[in-house]
């Protein structure tokens, strides 16, 4: 696997301050996406055991909520090994760190045994995300009110409550900034 990028101290890709993981590699290629270059498998560096250490370091201060993972598509079937280890790294080290991973795949499609998404990882991965961000960026449903997801078809998914219910539940954003008001 390759990376693009790794940003520290993120406060755009999920709640409260964050490591972000741009993976490279994305067959999706929405339109009007925002890092195009990510969509080739080979973009960046490699990611490795080092990167993989200064990913969980930059982990650990008190501060820091968690990972987000990003791409291109972390969902990508050629991506989701590597990323289970770094997940279930992180949460046997970091345990009270929280793992938020947006994807151009919807969910359905990742826990549907005859997907072509589906690997041998994909489980493994899953079990260690708390949020996914679901659905292809769609340019028309664009909507910049929206918070940590670009288009209003993408859903917010807590997939604790997700898992625990057997069906899709919504991650619920606290009420101050769902709104977008300071009232």
């Given at each position: 696997m390759h990376y693009g990028n790794i940003k520290k101290c993120d406060i755009a890709d999920g709640e409260g301050v964050r490591t972000t993981l741009f993976?490279?590699?994305?067959?999706?290629?929405?339109?009007?996406?925002?890092?195009p270059e990510t969509w080739a498998f080979d973009f960046g560096e490699p990611f490795t055991r080092e990167v993989e250490d200064a990913v969980l370091e930059s982990l650990a201060p008190p501060f820091v909520d968690g990972l987000t993972l990003l791409g291109g598509e972390p969902m990508e079937p050629a991506n989701q090994a590597a990323l289970a280890d770094l997940a279930e790294r992180v949460k046997r080290e970091l345990p009270g760190k929280t793992i938020w991973c947006y994807t151009g795949d919807v969910y359905e499609d990742l826990v549907d045994p005859a997907s072509p998404r589906r690997t041998d990882a994909t489980d493994r991965l899953l079990a260690c995300i708390d949020v996914l961000v679901d659905g292809p960026y769609v340019k028309d449903l664009h909507d910049i009110t929206l918070r940590f997801r670009g288009s209003s078809n993408q859903r917010v998914i807590d997939l604790a409550a997700t898992r625990a219910a057997g069906e899709v539940r919504l991650w619920e954003d606290d009420p101050q900034f769902a709104t977008h008001t300071m009232a």
């Open positions: 993976v490279s590699g994305c067959t999706h290629r929405c339109p009007g996406c925002f890092q």
